[in-house]
């Protein structure tokens, strides 16, 4: 293998359930041929093989661990879960600085709430075996959702699929 391996990136995509950061996340690893770790995956694999309760933050350290360990070898890495809360976020940015890797954050909303809701109702089962949040779960991840501080990039689902994964593709392959 010769010539210099590109500098890696690490996409986080932030936002409450229903806002459309799966199927971007998914839409973008199709694009790059860069790994998507879920959230929601490790939450269904922690519950299947869990007698005990857990804790949902377990999923949010699996992944960052994870992330963590690609980073090390050069690997770009799409990370998709709600990151409500704004200390994993940090925790995201600096793991990126740490390993020389360009953070993009994506924030994914819906700005017509009615849309949002039937979003959330209807969408399909992405994960095996995993139930997608309900509307009452959704709007209780928004309500305690952090605001985000930092620079990122702002996706409403009211918008269609392409014109989001048109800016979204734009901003992360620069």
Avoid at 14 to 31: F, I, Q, V
């Amino acid at each position: 293998m010769t010539g210099s391996r590109s500098i890696p990136r690490l996409v986080l995509f932030s936002g409450p359930p229903g806002t459309g950061k799966s199927t971007l996340s998914y839409a973008l690893s199709r694009a790059t041929g860069w790994a998507v770790i879920a959230k929601d995956g490790l939450d269904r694999t922690l519950e299947s093989r869990s007698a005990d309760p857990w804790s949902p933050l377990i999923a949010y350290h699996l992944m960052l661990g994870i992330a963590d360990l690609n980073l090390r070898q050069g690997t770009s890495i799409i990370l998709d879960a709600v990151f409500g809360r704004v200390d994993f976020r940090r925790q995201v940015s600096a793991m990126a600085a740490q390993h020389g890797a360009r953070f993009h954050a994506v924030v994914c909303h819906c700005g017509d709430a009615m849309l949002w809701q039937q979003r959330v109702e209807e969408r399909p089962e992405m994960i095996s075996g995993w139930t997608p949040a309900d509307w009452a779960e959704a709007r209780r991840s928004a309500a305690s959702f952090e605001p985000w501080a930092d620079p990122h990039l702002l996706l409403d689902a009211a918008d269609p699929l392409t014109f989001n994964l048109d800016l979204l593709l734009q901003q992360v392959t620069a």
